[in-house]
């Protein structure tokens, strides 16, 4: 009887997972991403260099969350195994011209990132301990009046986020070095669950530091590596720029034609960069914007995104194309095919060095994933019992997914991942005017040679719905237990 109700949950969620990621989010996302993309003017390629000058300012020491931290903090949860793994399975699946379309479709997904994140800012608030918060739930209650759409995305997010992704992190950091070192997976469990204890019950503040110092190394050695497999194979080059671009168009036969190409190479963009998913803007609501206008922190994801798809995906599908693994992969695919294409370029330590970007991408994961989560439990309720409590869940889901395989956990994970993703999507659609305004506002500045500032007194569609950090201009928005109606004055 329970095998038949398992075999039933894992079919309905199979079935659900194959609509949802297979053709109604692509379709969904990729049509936002041209809405605003087009409605912006294409601020992602107009204004890309100076959204990579708000990254690098954003080091700068600040009291609160600086943008560098969030930066690093939403590169920690969009950088995960997806990043290696899943660039090998949309080649496996259709072919090189999948990274094609993974590369187009972060272009688009820039300008849904900045929306996304813009919009947190502009309805963020200040909780009791002066900690700002913000995200999806925020503006869906504070820009739209529909608390239940910000409490469905909250559930949905810590499903996904606080449980199921962070089961499934730990559950690759434990395999990795149960195949590389033979290390027992209770025991590396319970080291991943003491660490990710340290960090968490610090709350967003720890987190962001963590992530400030784990993102960097990970990045720049992941990406290091790659070079020296692209300055090797140097004149293997433009071949394989041509077989992208051939493959992607159905020039030239690959693994699933043109339209394999595109569905495989669209949705692993998705999945790996989140723009759109309402993800990274829980983080984004956090910073401290420099300078101090809301559209900063739009500016900022914008990169994140660009960073995570065409630079640190696009060195994974280098090392694959460029190492001829393709020509004879045997069984292997997913990280099986990245660790073969290392191992053939770089010899058998390289294996060593892929569990190593493991675990630090799945560990970084864990917390940022955690602190989009925590955001979301304080949307719920404000009580720090249930925070602590929810605290303990996620640790104790780390440890559950170090020693256990949770297939259907993770499965079910992607389907409150894409559900999130078509409230958060309908929620931006119907707040696009503020963030329009908003962004237009930036821009006006930036033109006129003024270091941006933002006063919401400007702005009638957000009448009383201060983030509160504004040159002093209105007074912070403090959480209570009741919700703010739009155009309300927020208690304080």
């Not at 950091?173 to 968490?200: E, H, P, R, S, W």
């Not at 041509?242 to 693994?255: C, D, N, P, Q, R």
């Not at 460029?322 to 370029?345: F, M, R, Y």
């Not at 009580?383 to 170090?402: D, I, N, P």
């Amino acid at each position: 009887m329970l095998e038949s109700l398992l075999s039933l949950v894992e079919s309905t969620v199979n079935t659900l997972n194959g609509m949802l990621w297979g053709s109604v989010l692509i379709y969904v996302l990729v049509a936002a991403g041209v809405l605003f993309t087009i409605r912006l003017g294409f601020i992602q390629l107009r204004m890309f260099g100076h959204g990579a000058k708000l990254v690098i300012q954003g080091r700068e020491k600040i009291d609160g969350i600086s943008s560098f931290q969030v930066f690093c903090t939403s590169m920690a949860a969009r950088v995960g195994t997806g990043n290696m793994a899943g660039v090998a399975v949309a080649i496996t699946v259709g072919g090189a011209g999948a990274i094609f379309w993974m590369w187009l479709i972060a272009l688009l997904g820039m300008a849904t990132a900045f929306i996304e994140s813009t919009l947190a800012q502009v309805y963020k608030v200040k909780d009791s301990e002066g900690q700002y918060r913000g995200g999806p739930a925020y503006y869906m209650e504070r820009g739209l009046g529909k608390r239940w759409m910000g409490t469905v995305f909250s559930i949905l997010l810590i499903i996904a986020f606080g449980f199921a992704f962070n089961a499934a992190q730990a559950n690759t950091m434990t395999d990795a070095l149960n195949n590389a070192f033979g290390l027992d997976k209770t025991i590396v469990g319970l080291i991943i669950v003491a660490a990710a204890a340290y960090i968490i019950t610090g709350g967003l503040k720890k987190v962001a530091k963590a992530s400030e110092l784990i993102v960097p190394v990970m990045a720049v050695a992941y990406l290091a590596i790659a070079l020296v497999v692209l300055v090797m194979n140097i004149e293997q080059v433009p071949s394989a720029l041509a077989l992208i671009v051939k493959s992607a168009f159905g020039w030239e036969e690959a693994a699933g034609g043109a339209m394999g190409a595109m569905m495989a190479g669209i949705a692993r963009g998705l999945f790996s960069n989140e723009a759109g998913m309402g993800s990274a803007a829980n983080i984004a609501a956090s910073a401290t914007p420099n300078p101090n206008h809301p559209a900063s922190q739009g500016f900022v994801q914008m990169i994140g995104v660009f960073v995570d798809t065409l630079v640190i995906c696009s060195a994974s599908a280098a090392i694959i194309l460029l190492s001829g693994v393709l020509d004879n992969p045997g069984d292997q695919k997913g990280i099986g095919l990245l660790q073969l294409a290392l191992t053939n370029e770089m010899g058998s330590w390289a294996a060593y060095f892929v569990a190593f970007a493991i675990i630090l991408f799945c560990f970084s994961s864990i917390i940022a994933n955690y602190s989009y989560a925590e955001s979301n439990v304080m949307f719920l309720t404000k009580s720090k019992k249930a925070l602590y409590v929810f605290r303990g869940l996620v640790l104790g889901m780390v440890m559950a997914g170090s020693v256990a395989s949770l297939q259907l956990v993770w499965n079910f994970a992607d389907v409150s991942m894409g559900m999130m993703a078509l409230v958060n999507i309908a929620a931006i659609v119907m707040l696009s005017k503020v963030a329009f305004a908003v962004i237009k506002d930036y821009e006006r500045q930036v033109k006129a040679g003024m270091t941006p500032t933002f006063d919401s007194s400007q702005f009638p569609e957000i009448d009383g719905l201060e983030g509160g950090i504004w040159k002093g201009k209105h007074t912070p928005t403090v959480l209570t237990n009741e919700p703010t109606k739009p155009g309300a004055v927020p208690e304080v």
